[in-house]
């Protein structure tokens, strides 16, 4: 395994997995998936995400998240 591969994670995000930095938050994935100006909910292993707490919740390997429009 090299590095790059040690500073990943796997994260299943509305049932399809992604490979992420090891240090993304909540707010990051946002962004990448590009929901910045949406109206959704964010719900974290199952457990509602809220928006406050986005910023500072770091997704972790094998986590599983849903973002629902």
Same mark, same amino acid.
């Given at each position: 395994?090299?590095?790059?591969?040690?500073?990943?994670?796997?994260?299943?995000?509305?049932?399809? *997995?992604?490979? *992420?930095?090891? =240090?993304?938050?909540?707010? =990051?994935l946002l962004q990448i998936l590009e929901m910045n100006n949406r109206r959704f909910v964010v719900v974290v292993n199952d457990e509602f995400m809220p928006k406050s707490m986005y910023g500072d919740t770091k997704l972790i390997h094998n986590d599983h998240c849903d973002i629902m429009t």
């Open positions: 395994m090299s590095n790059n591969d040690r500073q990943k994670i796997d994260v299943n995000v509305n049932g399809e *997995l992604m490979s *992420l930095a090891c =240090d993304v938050t909540v707010l =990051d």
